[in-house]
C-alpha cells in the first residue's frame, strides 16, 4: 500500500504553468465516479437497444455496440484495460476504450443521449442497488436483536429516564425498542428506493431527446417501474440521493443512540455488557483495558454521515434550473455515507451477536434506586387514594429510606403500613422488581406476555 | 406591540440568589408549548375516557373531567384564564387550571400516564394537523404553476445548463418540472404522515401503563391508525419530527431554486418576467427599483429549515434510551420549521400566479446563443453522420458565426452547405426554436404534445 | 400571557385577496428586528452629527434630529408610542415616528445613508455588545469552575478514556480541562469582537456615500476602532455573525460535554455529584427522582446552536454581491443563538457552583477498575523492563486478579514478585491512587503540585 | 489506476466467521492516517530526545531511535517498506517496522507516552502546516484579484442590490470587496494557527505522564510555541481541527459567492466575462456551449466543507473526557476539507487571472436600468429638497422614462425641470455613469481616488 494515494491532494502543480491541468483535474470525477462503471454499461447497452427499436441504428449495430461495451467493461474488470485521469469521468473513459474497439460506429450511441440523463440514470440505478444492500444489512441488525431478545425476556434491568433509574424493564423489551425503530429505517429506504425507480433516459440535456425514442422500453430494459414525467425533472432532480442520505441519517441517529448504550453499559459503573474481542481493543499504556472503540466509532460516525446529507442540501440550495456542475459533488456524498452506514450496521451486527450480557449485573441494578416508587404509588391509587396524594406519601417513604440507608425492599409491611393505612402486605412483593414488570402486561408493555407479543410480531416483520 | 417581548432572553436576573429562578425559566417550555393547549386537551379527554373505559374511574368522572378540561380550553382561549410561567408547561398549567375546577378528582386524570407519553402524543396530533395544511399549501403552490403553465405551452425561453443558453424549451415546460419536484414533496410528506400516525399512549415512562389500559381504544379516541408496538420506542422516538424536517429540508430546497429562478429572471439582465407589487418591495434609496424581496427571503430561509433539522438530529444523536430532557428541543425546531415553510409555500403560490410574464424577452432570447446548434447536429446524424463528426462540424459552423457576427438564423441554405454536404433546405427552419421545440413531442419532452400530456398528468394527480 | 402569540404563524389569512397582505408580513422584520431600537437611535445619532460635520445639516437641525431620536426611543421604551406592524422594520417605524416630531426636517437624517449601511452598523453593535455580555458570562462560568477546583485538589476520581476507568486523577485536574476550554472560547469571541469593530457607515448602499462623510469621524462616535476598507464589502459582510455563531457553536459543544458529565455523575451508577434542588427536578410518575434537567437541555441545546450556524452559512452560499434580502435571516438566527448560549453559560455555573459532590464515591471508584496498571507498568519500564514487555506483565497480573476477584490493592509484594522479579516492596505504595497521582507532578500533570500550578494560572488568566 | 479502490468499501466479507476481522477493518484507520507519516516520526523522534534530556534513555539510545526512524521513513517513502493494513494505524506500522530494525531498543520509545498525546501532537502538526499552505494559497488569489483590480479601476460596471442594478461602480471596487474578505479569512486561519500552536506532548493518557518529562523542551523541539496546561484538556481537545473548519467554510462561502459571480457574468444575458479555456469545458451535445465548470464546482463545493464542519461538531457533541475514539473521526474531516479548500483557492485563482473582461459589455450595461436616479436625488437633496420629497420626484421621473421607453440618459435639461424647478443644467452630466462613480471618493467609495486608495491599502497588506 502507497503512502498518500487515497487522501493526496488531487491538484498537483503549481498555477500558472499548469492552469488547464489543475483546473481539468479539478472538475474530473473519474477518481470517484469510476465506480459506477458496471451501471453506465449497463445503462448504455439499454439505450442502444432502444436506438435500435427506434431504428436509428441496426439491429446488428446494436448488437456490435452491446458486446463492445461488455468487452470493455471485461477489459477494465480483469486489468486489461486502464482508466485514465485524462479522459475526466467514467463515461468518456468507456467512449474512447468503445471507440478503439469499434471505431466510428462507438460514436453513433451517443445519439439522442446527453451526459445529463446518462449520469442521472447510473445514480439512480447506483440508489436502487445500495438500498437492496441497505435491506440485508438492516435485517442483519434486526435478526441480531431479536435473537438476544429472545434469550432475555426474563432478564431485567432499570429502565432509565433522565439517564436515572426509572422502572425495572425486561432487556428484551429494552432491545426490541431498536428492532422497531430500524424497521421504521426500513420502510424510509423503501419508500425511497420506489423513488429512485423511475428513468431519466430520454430526457437529454432537458428538453426531451430530438428522436422519438421510447422511455417506457428504456426504463424496462433497465428495471425501472417508471420514466420521469418532465425532462427538465429528470436532469435536475437529487431528491432520491438527499432522501438517501436523510434516510441514513435517521438510521445512523438511531445506531449512535444504540452505541452510546453499548459504550455505557460497557463501562465499569454500569457492568451491564461485556463487547467480544473482535469488537473492541486493548490499550496501548493500560494493559487492562478494553475499549469499546467499535461501539464509539459507530457513535462518532453519524456526525459524518449527518455532514454529508447538510452538504448536499447546501450544494443544491438555490441552483437554477437545468444541470449544474455543482451536482457532481452528489457523488462523493453518496458513496461516502452509503459505506459508512452499511460499515456501521454490519458491525452494530457483529457486536449485538456476540456480547456477553451479564444478566446479574443488570438484575442487582434494579434492587436500588427505588424502582419500585411508581408501582407503589400506582398501588395507592388502585385503592382509591388520588393520584397526586399517592405520589406525596411514595415522596415521603423514599426520602425516609434514603435517610436512613435502605432500599424499599428492605420495608416489610408494617413499616408501609406507617405511611398509609392503605398499604396491604402484598404491597411487599409488588413492588419488586419481577411483580413490576409483570403487571405491564398491556400491548407494547414491558411484562412477559406483552414482550412475547412483542417478539412474535417483530418474527412477521423480519420474515414479511 | 411592546419592545423585546418575542426575543427577549427567557432567562432574566444574575446567578446567585435566583438560581433556582433562572434555571426554571431555563427548563421550561410554556413558552412556546401552550401552541400544543388545543392538542393537549384532546388527548387528556381520550386519556379520560380510556380510563373509564378500563373501570380506573367511573363514566360520570370521565364526564366532569371531559367537561373540566373544555371549560379550561375556553377559559384560555377567551381569556378568563392566563397561562402562568409559574409552571413549567402547558400540561401543568392544564392540570393546575383543572385541579381549581374539580378538586381531588382532577388528579386521577393522571392515573395510568406519564408526561412521556402525554407529551408524545401532543406531538403526534400536531404533526399530522401540520401534514394537513402543508397539503392545501403544497396543492396551492401546484394549482398556481400549472394555471400558468396552461397558458404558456407556446411560449418559449431558452433552456440553461450550466446558466448557459442550452435549447429553446416551453415555458410551461420549465414550471411543470416544479410541479413534479412539488408532487415527490407531498408524497414524501405523506408518508411521514403515515408514521406519524401510531399513538404513544399507555406507553406510560417507558415501561407500559401499570393500569391495563385499551390502547387500540385510546388510539381511536385521538384518530390515530394503530399504536406502537412498544413503549420504551413511543417515549423515545422523535423520527416522525426528523422526518418532518427533512420532507420540509426538500420543499424548501425546491423552493429555494424556484425563488433564484424567479430573482434572476426579474433582472434587467433576464427581464423574463416582473413580480407583482404585492410581491416586491421599493427601495429607500433608489426609486426605479423593485427588489424581489420575497424570492430572495424564500431563497434565504432554506438555511433555517435546513439549520432546524440539523439542529434536531444533532440533539438526538447519542441519547440513551428512553426519553431525556434534551428532546425538549424538538417543538421549537419544529415550529419554526413548519411555520416558516407554509409561510413560503403561501408566498410562492402568490408570487407565481401573480408575476408578469414577459415572453417576449423570453423569445428573443431564444434566437441569440446558437440554440440551435444541437439541433443541427442531431439533423447531421439523422442523416447518418456520426454524432462526435456531427458535433464537430456544427462547432466549427458556431466559431465562424461567432467570429463573424452572426447568429444561426442568419445562415442561408448554402451558408450550411459549405460546412456539410449534409444539409439540406430544411435545415433553416429546423434550426428555429419553434421547430426545435416540436421535434421535441416523446413522453416528458418540451414538444406541444408532450407538454399538453404532463398537464394533463398534473391535472390528474392534482385533483386525485 | 396570551396564548400562541410568541409562536403564532405570522403570515394569517388565505391567499388571494390579501396576497399583498400576506407577502407584507412575509418580508418584514418588525417582528424581531424591534430588539435593536436602542442600537439604531444610537447610529442615527452618529449620523446626524456626521451630516452637521459634512455641512449637510446645520449644528441646530442636528441637535433637534438627535433629540428628536431620543424622544423616540424613550416614548417607545414607555409605552407612550407602539411600533406598528403596518411598517416593516424597526428603522422606517423609528422613521415615521421621528416624522411626527419633527416634520420634513425628520426626512434630512436620510440624506447619504442607506438602509443596507444602517443595517450593518445595527447588527454590528449587537454582536459588540453580546459579545461583552458573554464575557462576563464566560467568566462567571470559568470562575464557578476554579472555585469548586480549588476545594478538589486531593479529591481523586477515575479519568476515563473510551467510558473506561483509566488513571486515578484528581478532580480539580478533571474540571480545570474544561476551564482552558472556556478560555480558548473566551479568545475566539475577543477576536470575532476585533473584527466586528469597524464601521460600515458610510458605505451607503454599496458605492459608497455620493455625500463626502468623514467615515472616521462616525465610527468614533459609535465606539468602532476602524472602518471598511471597501463600501461593498461594508454592507455585504456578514462574517462577523457567522463568526459569533461558530464560536458559539465550539462554547455549546464544550458545555455539551461537561453537561454529559453532569448528567453521568448524577445516575446511580456513578453517584459522584448531585445537581442542587435548583437545577434538577422531579418526575410526575416517580417520586424519588432527581433529574438533571438542566444539564440535559444545555446539552441538547447544542444542537440549535449548530443548527443556526450551518443555517445563516447555507443562506449566504452562493449569495452575489452586495445586498440581498436573504440576508435579513442574520438576525433571527443570531438573536437565537445568542440567547440560547447566554442562558446555557448562566445555567451551567449555577449547576457547577451548587453541585455537591461525592468525593467518597468517587474515591472508591478510583479502588476498582485496576487504576495502578499503568503505573505497575512504568515501575517495570524505569526499572530497565522494555516497556512492551512491562505492558505484557502487567497484562498477566490483572488477567489473573480478574480470574480471581481481586483488586491490584490485594496483592502483596509477594505476589507481585511471582510475576516478575523487578517489583521492589515499594510497588504496593505506588499503585495506590494517592501514589500515582502524585507521581504526576510534570507541567499539566494530575499531582498536587502541578494542579497547584494550574489554579495559580486559572487565577491570573481570569483577573488579568 | 485500478477500479474501486479509493471508494470501495473498507469492510468486506460477510458477518460471522469473519466478524473479527470486519470490525477490525472497521477501526483501523491505517486507510487515512497514513498521511501523517512525516509528522509522526517527528514527534516521535523529539520525544526520543525528551527521554534522553530526562536520562531514562541514553544519549545514544537516543541517536540510534532518531536514525531508525528516519531510515523507516525513507523506507516507506522510497517503497522499501509497505505500510500494512494488519496494524491497525500509521502509529502501530512504524513502531513494527522501527522494532524490525532494532529490537527491544524500539519499544523504549513508548516510555512516558501515550498514543493520545501521540496522535494530538501529529494533527497539531498537520493543521500548523496547512494554514502555511492556505496563507499561500489566499495570497494568490489575493494577488490575482489585486492585479485584475488595478487594470480596472475606470472599467464601470453596476451594482447590484436585490439582483437589480442599483448604481455604476468601479469593476476594481466590485474585485476588491473580495480582497478584503479574503483578508478576513486569513486572519482568521492565523489565529487558528496560534490556538494549534501548542504542544500537547507529555500528556501521555489523560493524568500527565507518569515520568518526569521536559515538556517546553519537547515542544520546542517540534517548534511548537507552548504546551498545553492540562493534560486532559491535551488530549480532549479539537478545538484547532473545528475552527480550522469553520475557518476553511467561511473562505469556501466567500468563494461560493465570487463563484456565482463568475457563472453569472458568464451567461449570454450578462456576458460581463469568459472564462478561459483552461477553466471552462464544452458540452457534448451542445458544441457551442462554454460552461464555467470550474466556478459551478467551486460554488458546489462550500457545501461539502460545511458538511465536513457540521459532522465533526455533531461528533465532539457530548463526549465526555478525556479521549474517545468517535475522535478518529477529526481525520477524514480534516482531510478532505483542507484538499477541497486549498484546490478551491487555486482554482480561484487561475480563474480570475485568466478571465477575459468584456468592459464594454459592462459599460452599456450602466446605461441602461436608470441607474443614476439615487444621484438625482442626491443632486435634489444637495440643493435642500428634503430626502423623501426628492425621492418622490425622482420616482415620477423614472415612472415615466420607463412609460415612454427612455432612459434617464436620453432627457435634456427641459425634461428634468418639468418634474421640479430645483435641477440645473448640470444634472445631466451629472447622472451618467462616470460622473456618478467620480462623486464617490470618500474612504471606501468607488470613486477613482478612492479606488486607488483601496489598492495601495491592499497592495500593502498583501506585502506586509
Known sequence: MGVGNRNRPLWGGRFGDDAGAASRDFTASIYFDRRLLGLDIRGSIAHANTLARAGIITL?????????????????????????????????????????????????????????????????LFVKEEIDE?????????????????????????GYTHMQRAQPVSFAHHLLAYFFMLTRDRHRFSECGRRADVSPLGAAALAGSGFPLDREFAAAELGFSGVYENAMDAV???????????????TMMHLSRLAEELVLWSSSEFGFIRLSEGYSTGSSIMP??????????????????????????????????AYNSDMQEDKEALF??????????????????TMEVRGANMESATLGGFLGATDAADYLVSRGVPFREAHGIVGEIVAHCESVGLELSDLGPADWRGFSADFGDDIVELIHPEGSV???????????????SQIRRAKELLDG
Chains 1, 2, 3, 4 share one sequence.
Open 336 to 353: 461516502d455515507a452509503t459505506d459508512t452506514l452499511k460499515a456501521c450496521l454490519k458491525v452494530a451486527a457483529g457486536a449485538v451477536a
Open 288 to 321: 487492562q483495558k478494553r475499549n469499546p472503540d467499535s461501539a464509539e466509532l459507530i457513535r462518532g460516525k453519524s456526525g459524518r454521515v449527518y455532514g454529508r446529507l447538510l452538504g448536499l442540501l447546501t450544494t443544491m440550495k438555490g441552483l437554477p434550473l
Open 134 to 158: 441497505v435491506f440485508d444489512l438492516i435485517d442483519g441488525l434486526r435478526r441480531a436483536i431479536l435473537d438476544r431478545a429472545r434469550d432475555h425476556v426474563e432478564t431485567l434491568l432499570p
Open 438 to 452: 409483570r403487571r405491564r402486561d398491556l400491548p407494547g408493555g414491558t411484562g412477559p406476555a406483552a414482550v412475547g
Open 60 to 124: 446488428d449495430e446494436a448488437s456490435q455496440l452491446v458486446e463492445g461495451l461488455r468487452e470493455v467493461e471485461g477489459d477494465i474488470l480483469e486489468g486489461r484495460s486502464e482508466l485514465s485521469t485524462e479522459f475526466e469521468d467514467i463515461h468518456t473513459n468507456v467512449e474512447v476504450l468503445l471507440a478503439e474497439k469499434l471505431g466510428p460506429l462507438a460514436a453513433r450511441l451517443h445519439t439522442g443521449r446527453s451526459r445529463n440523463d446518462q449520469v442521472a440514470t447510473d445514480m439512480h
Open 236 to 250: 435536475s432532480d437529487r431528491d432520491f440521493v438527499l432522501e438517501y442520505l436523510s434516510a441514513a441519517s435517521l
